[in-house]
């Protein structure tokens, strides 16, 4: 049967048809779904890991226990799981293990660009990367076939627009994979250096015989037309370029690393001029031209930002569009109406202090009028900056620093940051916003929770009691709607000494949408105090007076509590 | 109605586009065509300015519309409309919600909302159709219809047959919602 599927759920049916067992994953735009549709099916085990890393290797023991397995992440959280992952290269499998690794050119919702090709050269790990719904089901297919006759994991890349678009999928049976029985080999599943030295050879074996293999697959395609213009490219850019160069001779990588040399080399002696057009760094470009093949690509094409047909037809054919140039206000993503984090922010920002922020919604709190954040690098980073500014500045001078992190972010990797501070004598401040949940992807559970993915009860990690045993000395829970109560916490606590922790609770406001009714305003002195908060329910009119949208206010009330004059009134059931 | 289409459907985050753009792709099954659907997930949903490209033919390559290669935008607000006049062809139709909502920058009063916001659509194509969903919507007792009455437009716009419409539409929603959205459909199909 055909059915419209994001890339992502395109991914899991390819799974699921693949005969995989287990899924371990953490939630990252644009990877989110493909976890989140595989629990669906019958015969899968699909799980909420803490992190990448911890993912990563259940994935690796699924596979050494002889089950096919997969693991799921955003580019960054490659990085998280790089650890494990460059020697499983080395272990290689036993059932097949895929990793599907969605990078995002044009940062859609990430803190950077990164190509995780360069992870798959480096790792020796080869990638497919599909160019539509389909085929990522096929390529996932392909992907355990490669694992299993190789010895190697296998990377899937998807980019933002393969897991976000939806297209036709035709669905087949699952194939029941047996699980392979698991035998004791030390060379092969113990990595210390006698073992490994040995395996590296066989890494590297496998790897040329894979490269040969390569050069004779299907995985790769050429469509010879016009012969004037040869175009190497791979993913969603090959869409681009069907659409803006129909005419185009087109060598399409599927797999994306290693690459077909050989063949490549005689698609460009076929054609007189060879265009790399892929997003983000010259990773083919570099590589065919190492291998003396004469080819342009990023003179012609940026390594910021995504590739579309109209920037095609701009470079290639010289068609520049006409595009009208508007001085429209922008808008931003911004704290959703009754988001508890908000009122947070208004008080670290009233407060002057240095925020060094985290990955979530509450990365929004750098945004104006909040302004209240000062860096934001990586998932955990906030724990170890702020600690690293005191180790730098002194207690003195740090005395106004303050870290944030989100709950789930925090289980994540926040829990090491907050060992090593009180390990090496801190006086590191803490804010844990705890929302109950994994907002900013889309609400997923994680242990704090205490649900599983498939939705069971499971044992509530408990983050007071944790951070008491990591060994902060000072703990408090406040409600986050609760402001002036936090701002009088935050000034106590800036005074001690010792590692401090304030753990303001609160749901996301988008889990439970029983709402209060929507307040409003009756004359309006026009303080613009209520405005500070970012709220995007109150807006401020032509003549200064602040009004509040009752189709956006949720009645949480924040404003009134800031209004001075008494203007702001509950609203009545 | 013509064979390839290419719809934007516009908005703000948490305005549910994504029902319009469920319901459009269930119209592709119903035609016998081709179709990719491209949304927005993540940071961009939390308020921000959404897109949600729509294609139809017998074949579609890039699931992005080119620049000036939109048959239609349908825009469930103002400003939302206007960022993205450029994606429409010369020819090409705008349907759009006459409702505001503010963004930040205006809200904090670092901007301004853009006034005449019909007149300069107006300027881009002579096909503006402005519809008053939430009215509507009230109206009809159910302020949820918002998206759907929208579509009714868009059908009317595009030459979709209403039967086609509403086959697609009983794919997508629950029947105890199927009533009242084909209602709202019809609704629109009336403007």
Redesign the interface.
């Given at each position: 049967m055909?059915k419209?599927m994001?890339g992502n759920e395109a991914i899991a049916r390819g799974a699921y048809e693949a005969g995989v067992r287990v899924v371990s994953a953490y939630p990252g735009?644009?990877s989110?779904?493909i976890t989140e549709a595989v629990v669906k099916y019958d015969g899968v085990y699909a799980e909420w890991a803490p992190n990448e890393k911890v993912a990563f290797e259940v994935a690796i023991g699924a596979s050494f226990a002889g089950a096919r397995s997969m693991v799921c992440m955003k580019h960054v959280g490659v990085n998280v799981a790089a650890d494990p992952m460059f020697t499983a290269a080395y272990t290689g499998v036993n059932g097949g293990l895929v990793i599907v690794a969605a990078d995002d050119p044009g940062m859609?919702?990430s803190q950077n660009e990164q190509d995780t090709r360069f992870y798959a050269r480096s790792a020796h790990i080869p990638m497919l990367e599909p160019s539509?719904s389909n085929e990522a089901k096929e390529y996932i297919k392909k992907a355990y076939k490669i694992s299993e006759e190789y010895d190697t994991p296998v990377f899937i890349r998807t980019t933002t627009?393969l897991a976000?678009?939806?297209?036709?999928v035709t669905e087949e049976e699952r194939e029941e994979v047996a699980i392979k029985p698991y035998q004791k080999d030390i060379t092969k599943y113990t990595m210390m250096p006698a073992s490994a030295i040995g395996r590296h050879k066989a890494v590297e074996a496998r790897e040329i015989r894979l490269a040969k293999d390569i050069e004779s697959s299907d995985i790769n395609t050429v469509e010879l037309n016009d012969k004037k213009l040869g175009i190497v490219c791979s993913g969603?850019v090959y869409?681009?370029v069907?659409?803006?160069l129909p005419t185009a001779s087109i060598f399409k990588l599927g797999m994306v690393y290693p690459l077909a040399i050989e063949r490549l080399k005689k698609f460009a002696n076929e054609v007189e001029e060879v265009i790399v057009i892929e997003e983000l760094e010259p990773f083919f470009e570099n590589q065919m031209k190492a291998n003396g093949i004469k080819c342009r690509g990023k003179e012609l094409f940026s390594k910021q930002g995504e590739i579309?047909?109209?920037i095609i037809?701009e470079k290639i054919l010289g068609i520049s569009?006409?595009?009208?140039k508007?001085d429209?206000?922008?808008?931003?993503?911004?704290?959703?109406a009754g988001c508890p984090h908000r009122g947070v922010f208004y008080v670290l920002s009233k407060m002057k202090l240095t925020v060094s922020a985290d990955i979530g919604?509450y990365t929004?709190g750098a945004?104006?009028?909040l302004s209240a954040v000062d860096t934001v690098v990586c998932m955990g980073a906030s724990l170890g900056i702020a600690h690293g500014f005191e180790k730098a500045l002194g207690k003195e001078g740090s005395k106004k620093v303050v870290a944030v992190i989100g709950d789930s972010t925090f289980v994540h990797s926040g829990m090491t940051g907050l060992v090593n501070a009180v390990y090496n004598k801190s006086n590191m401040k803490l804010l844990i916003l705890d929302n109950s949940t994994t907002g900013?992807?889309?609400h997923q559970e994680h242990p704090a929770t205490g649900i599983t993915l498939s939705g069971e009860t499971t044992k509530k990690l408990d983050l007071v009691e944790l951070v008491k045993v990591l060994g902060a000395d000072s703990v408090n829970v406040i409600d986050a709607y609760d402001i002036s109560g936090l701002e009088k916490l935050l000034k106590s606590e800036l005074e001690k000494d010792g590692v401090s922790v304030i753990i303001a609770k609160r749901p996301c406001a988008l889990l439970n949408r029983n709402y209060p009714s929507a307040f409003s305003i009756h004359d309006c002195k026009k303080c613009g105090m209520c405005?500070k908060i970012?709220?995007?329910a109150?807006?401020?009119q032509k003549d200064g007076s602040a009004k509040i949208?009752p189709?956006?206010c949720v009645g949480c009330g924040l404003c009134k509590d800031l209004c001075k004059f008494g203007a702001i009134e509950e609203g009545k059931k | 109605m013509k064979k390839d289409l290419n719809i934007l459907i516009v908005g703000v985050g948490g305005q549910g586009t994504l029902l319009a753009s469920r319901i459009i792709g269930q119209l592709a099954v119903e035609l016998g065509l081709d179709c990719k659907l491209s949304e927005v997930h993540g940071m961009a949903q939390r308020g921000g300015s959404v897109v949600t490209h729509a294609k139809l033919a017998q074949k579609v390559d890039s699931p992005i519309i080119a620049l000036h290669d939109a048959d239609i935008i349908v825009s469930f607000e103002k400003l939302e409309a206007l960022r993205y006049t450029n994606f429409l062809k010369e020819d090409g139709v705008i349907v759009v919600n006459n409702q505001e909502i503010l963004p930040m920058p205006v809200i904090i009063g670092a901007k301004e909302y853009p006034q005449n916001i019909i007149a300069e659509l107006e300027k881009t194509t002579k096909k503006v159709v402005v519809v008053d969903a939430l009215k509507i919507a009230e109206e009809l007792g159910n302020t949820k219809t918002v998206n759907v009455i929208i579509l009714g437009v868009l059908a009317k716009n595009l030459g979709i047959e209403m039967e086609i419409m509403v086959k697609a539409l009983q794919k997508c929603v629950k029947p105890n919602f199927f009533e009242i959205n084909k209602i709202a459909l019809e609704k629109g199909y009336e403007i």
């Open positions: 055909k419209l994001l735009t644009p989110t779904e859609h919702s539509n627009r976000h678009s939806q297209s036709f969603v869409q681009y069907k659409e803006a579309s047909v109209s037809k569009q006409n595009i009208e508007k429209l206000p922008v808008r931003p993503p911004v704290m959703c919604c929004l945004q104006a009028p900013m992807t889309g405005l970012g709220c995007p109150i807006e401020k949208n189709s956006l | -």
